[in-house]
């Protein structure tokens, strides 16, 4: 007897009531199963995650988020994954598409999903913020992540192929929601930068207090055109060059 292949919906959360309604009702009908690794949350994600699924397992809150999200891509049992962030929804367009492509018996395992980022008002098209690939639907069994860095990509056994509609992405609604996001992953950057072996010295403070800066915001702001996205993008190059130096002062408070 033919049956359909079926979809786990996966999520690591932490602190995320005001987003993780909307994402969870985005793919209600669309999962077979939805699973859910909080990081000891100390609002009301937990509360809210039940009333959704009972899968919910509360665990402690490491420093590279990666390594929650991968417990719940762990825990998945169906044949599909769909991993997804408490701050992204799922389009009508998009659960069309991953209804269509999980029946497909094609050779990919796993597909890259285009995002749209929500930056204070405005969905930024430019500063090479679209189509912000992302892997996040793969076979089960075929995708993990390396939980190393902060920025990393599931590492797909096999061949990866693209959506066409893209996830929703509500990064950052206010400067507030952007600063307390660019705290944690400067925090990071500054643990890579140690457990890479970068040596405190003129050349380092120089490469990432003028140069990476000045190099980021001239890449977004003119080669990739973020001037087309209005402030938003001048803000969001500005910020995103901004940010290596920020990562390199607190680098150096750690040696």
């Known amino acids: 007897m033919n049956t359909s ?5 996966v999520l690591a959360t932490y602190n995320e009531e005001k987003n993780l ?9 669309l999962a077979d199963e939805i699973i859910i690794v909080d990081g000891s949350s100390t609002d009301r994600t937990v509360e809210i995650a039940k009333q959704f699924t009972s899968n919910v397992t509360t665990t402690d809150n490491p420093p590279i988020f990666h390594i929650n999200k991968q417990k719940a891509i762990d825990k998945a049992t169906k044949d599909w994954v769909l991993q997804l962030d ?22 990919y395992n796993g597909y890259f999903i285009p995002r749209k980022n929500l930056f204070l008002g405005r ?7 679209y189509p912000d690939g992302v892997i996040r639907l793969f076979r089960k069994g075929k ?41 944690t992953y400067t925090k990071l950057e500054a643990m890579e930068m140690k457990q890479k072996g970068v040596s405190p010295s003129i050349g380092s403070w120089l490469f990432y207090t003028l140069w990476k800066p000045l190099t980021t915001f001239l890449s977004l702001y003119i080669r990739h055109k973020g001037f087309l996205d209005s402030w ?22 750690q040696v």
């Open 5 to 9: 292949p079926t979809l786990s919906v």
């Open 21 to 29: 309604p909307a994402c969870l009702e985005s793919v209600k009908d």
């Open 86 to 107: 408490a701050d992204e929804r799922v389009s009508d367009e998009l659960k069309k598409e991953i209804l269509k492509i999980r029946s497909l018996r094609d050779d």
């Open 123 to 129: 969905y930024l098209t430019k500063g090479g913020q």
């Open 143 to 183: 995708g993990r992540l390396p939980c190393k860095s902060v920025h990393e990509q599931v590492v797909v056994n096999g061949s990866v192929g693209w959506l066409k509609n893209p996830l929703i992405h509500q990064a950052y609604p206010t400067f507030q929601d952007y600063l307390r996001r660019q705290e």
């Open 232 to 253: 938003q993008g001048f803000v969001f190059a500005l910020f995103s060059g901004i940010h290596f130096a920020k990562a390199y002062r607190k680098f150096l408070r």
